[in-house]
T-cell receptor, first 111, second 114 residues
Framework: LAKTTQPISMDSYEGQEVNITCSHN???????ITWYQQFPSQGPRFIIQ???TKVTNEVASLFIPADRKSSTLSLPRVSLSDTAVYYC????????????FGGGTRLMVKP | NAGVMQNPRHLVRRRGQEARLRCSPM?????VYWYRQLPEEGLKFMVY????????ESGMPKERFSAEFPKEGPSILRIQQVVRGDSAAYFC????????????FGQGTRLTVV
């Protein structure tokens, strides 16, 4: 299973753009990159998923370079409610290839 | 379409009792995954099940823990003779049977062993 490395914590201020980078040097050809968000006392919530290049949805953007050995989650104009733990996962849920969670990045958004 | 439903949300058990945690996957989903999360830590994979089959239980402790996903009804995570170290949040996730690489999580069951 591909291992991921991401910063333990990050601080930001309301209205700023936040970029969280994740390293996954051993990513396999069939692996997707998925990001989840988790608030205290809640289950992880899917944010975004990609395979290569750039993916954007109403919540975030995901940038994946050509070698796919890293990825960057970009949160535009964060608010206090974006304070959470963000997990980067590599793999695929289908065919029994469950995803392994690392320690995540604790994002603290300050006023 | 209801999301992944877990119950109970909170469960208190005395040492030595049994704990039963239930997970109803999203409609149409036939894959269920159980994770355990200790305070201030990440999620640890426990077991992956499909209907009537355990696919991967590499994360399950060898003793006292068992899981099932019957043909009808929710998936059950069973912990026998609970100890204080079993206190944690237990999350389940479900995914569709074919295709897709996205899974949806329930709100979890917080088990407290006293």
């Amino acid at each position: 299973l591909a291992k991921t490395t991401q910063p333990i914590s990050m601080d930001s201020y309301e209205g700023q753009e936040v970029n969280i980078t994740c390293s996954h040097n051993n990513i396999a050809t069939n692996d997707y990159i998925t990001w989840y968000q988790q608030f205290p006392s809640q289950g992880p919530r899917f944010i975004i998923q990609g395979y290569k290049t750039k993916v954007t949805n109403e919540v975030a953007s995901l940038f994946i370079p050509a070698d796919r050995k890293s990825s960057t989650l970009s949160l535009p104009r964060v608010s206090l409610s974006d304070t959470a733990v963000y997990y980067c996962l590599v793999g695929g849920w289908n065919a029994g290839n469950m995803l392994t969670f690392g320690g995540g990045t604790r994002l603290m958004v300050k006023p | 379409n209801a999301g992944v439903m877990q119950n109970p949300r909170h469960l208190v058990r005395r040492r030595g009792q049994e704990a039963r945690l239930r997970c109803s996957p999203m409609k149409g989903h036939s894959h269920v995954y159980w994770y355990r999360q200790l305070p201030e830590e990440g999620l640890k994979f426990m077991v992956y099940l499909q209907k009537e089959n355990i696919i991967d239980e590499s994360g399950m402790p060898k003793e006292r823990f068992s899981a099932e996903f019957p043909k009808e009804g929710p998936s059950i995570l069973r912990i026998q003779q609970v100890v204080r170290g079993d206190s944690a949040a237990y999350f389940c996730a479900s995914s569709p049977p074919t295709g897709g690489t996205e899974a949806f999580f329930g709100q979890g069951t917080r088990l407290t062993v006293v």
